[in-house]
Structure formats: C-alpha cells, structure tokens
C-alpha cells in the first residue's frame, strides 16, 4: 500500500490514527440547528493578524462558500476549525458543545470534521472500490466488522458512495489511471465514507475542466442538507452554480455575506477586489 507523505496526509487517514477517543459521533448537539460557530477568532503569526475577530455561524445542513482576496485568512479559519492552528482568542464550537480549541486535531475528525485538501490524496496502485473501502478501514468504528470480509451493508455503503461521486463505471479502474476531477471526487468520497458532519472543500474545482467543475458543484448541491459544507473557493462561476450564503473575508474578518450577486455589488468587496 502506498502511503501519501505525512504532510499531505487527508484527515480521513488521521482519524484512525488510533489516539484516544475523547467524541462520540452522535453526541454532536445541533438543537439550535447551527453546526459551526466561530466568536472573535484571533490569530497572529509574529504580530501579524492573520485572523482579526472572525465570528461566522454554518447551519446544519448549510452549503457555505468562503471567498476572499490571497492572504483573507481563508486556510487560517480552516486550520482553526481542524485544530491545525490554536487561536489566540476567541471561541470555535463544533455543535453546541464541542470545543474545537481544546480538542486534538484527530479527535476534531472523529467528531465528524473532514478537510479536503487542494491536491488529491488517494492511493493511486488501488482501485477506486479498493480506496473506499479502505478509507472505511481507516475508521477504527467499523474495522472490527471488516477485518475478515466485507459485509455487505459495507459493500452498499461504498456503492452508493461511488454513485454519489459518479464512479460506478470507474470501480475497478486503479485511481492512478483516473482524470485529475475523477481523483477529486474519489479523495471526496473517501471523507464521505467516515460520514463526516461537515465537509471543509479547500479549492476544490482548481485543474478541473469546465465539465468537472459544473459536475462538482452538482454533487456538493446533492450532498448538501445531509451534511453541511464549507467551500474555500476562487472561481465564481462555481461559486455561483452552488448557490448558496456567500461570505468575504478581507484581513481576517467578515466583509460582507449574503448572497453571490448581494456580495459582489458590494462597494466594500469591489474595493478589495478591483480598487488596488
Ligand atoms: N504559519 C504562518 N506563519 C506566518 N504567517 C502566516 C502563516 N500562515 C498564514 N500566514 C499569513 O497569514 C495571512 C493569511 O493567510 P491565509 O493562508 O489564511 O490566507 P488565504 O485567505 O487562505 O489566502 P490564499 O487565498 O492565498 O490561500 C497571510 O498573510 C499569510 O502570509
């Protein structure tokens, strides 16, 4: 089995990394029916303020684009809501009560938080059904079951992934061999075999064809309400074909949010964009 460098590791891999357990999937509360709550999230990097009072909320369910000019402080908010980066002040909550500033990144994961990178990650010397199923052997839940055969609620739980990510007809091809949208789609239908409450997407249309990107943006419409997503993302015909609450950051807080077309006749936001 090939194993991608530890850098660029999906936190699907990190989550069975075998580290205590201090989550239970399940017990996220969602009452309010908020699944993501940033307050005043501060973060500096040696004085600089890459994130300056950050507050912003996702609803269960919610497709949430995250735009912004380079430097916005877009990937910092990520690395906050994954336990990749500590704030220096301010709240991060996963549901009601999970406080994402105090847990470990993979226990941040098992809760029910996947991070898809902007390079795909998958085992390129396997099949497309082979990453699925071993991306559900990754999650220590269900290894017990599969240690021996695949059962087969496993086996349709991989199957209707692969119809969710449209390759079906592609289960038996190696993902070495896949177009680099296909290999998009398959790391994504990896995180969704840990049944993630909600999908961070960081740039996950950059390389794709037009075809794919309008594909692409069908699936995450598709997987919204069952699960909440948070898009970082640049190309605004994506943005637009999404369709849902747009939010711009600008030197690490809200500029403005709201609709695509809201958004961008903003004076603010075309001054960031266009004015310098
Ligand atoms: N580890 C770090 N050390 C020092 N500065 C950092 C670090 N990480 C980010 N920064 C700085 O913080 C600011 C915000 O960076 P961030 O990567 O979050 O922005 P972004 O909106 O994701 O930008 P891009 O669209 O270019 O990816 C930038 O000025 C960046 O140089």
Not at 69 to 96: C, E, H, L, W, Y
Request: charged share 25%; glycine share 8%; with cysteine.
């Amino acid at each position: 089995m090939i194993t991608p460098a530890i850098e660029d590791r999906p936190q699907w891999a990190d989550a069975s990394a075998g580290q205590a357990r201090a989550v239970t999937p399940g017990a996220l509360d969602i009452a309010h029916g908020v699944i993501l709550y940033l307050d005043e999230i501060s973060v500096s990097f040696d004085g600089f303020k890459a994130l300056n009072k950050l507050s912003l909320h996702i609803d269960v369910g919610e497709l949430r684009c995250i735009i912004g000019p380079n430097g916005a402080g877009k990937t910092t908010m990520m690395d906050v809501i994954t336990g990749k980066t500590r704030p220096d002040s301010g709240k991060a909550f996963f549901g009601q009560t999970l406080d994402l500033t105090r847990l470990k990144e993979p226990e941040i994961a098992h809760a029910g938080i996947g991070r898809k990178f902007q390079k795909p990650t998958v085992f390129e010397q396997h099949t497309v059904f082979e990453n699925l199923e071993l991306a559900m052997k990754m999650d220590k839940r269900v290894w017990r079951s599969l240690f021996y055969k695949l059962d087969s609620e496993a086996r349709g739980r991989i199957e209707t992934v692969m119809e969710q990510i449209r390759l079906t007809a592609q289960a038996h091809r190696l993902a070495g061999l896949l177009s680099h949208g296909q290999k998009q789609w398959l790391e994504i239908g990896m995180l969704l075999m840990q049944e993630p409450r909600l999908l961070l997407l960081d740039e996950p249309v950059a390389g794709m064809t037009d075809d794919e990107t309008m594909r692409t943006a069908e699936l995450f419409v598709s997987l919204a309400g069952q699960h909440s997503l948070v898009v970082v993302e640049h190309d605004m015909a994506f943005v637009e074909k999404l369709g849902g609450k747009v939010t711009v950051l600008h030197e690490g807080s809200v500029l403005a949010e709201g609709d695509l077309a809201t958004v961008q006749a903003d004076d603010r936001v075309i001054e960031v964009y266009l004015g310098r």
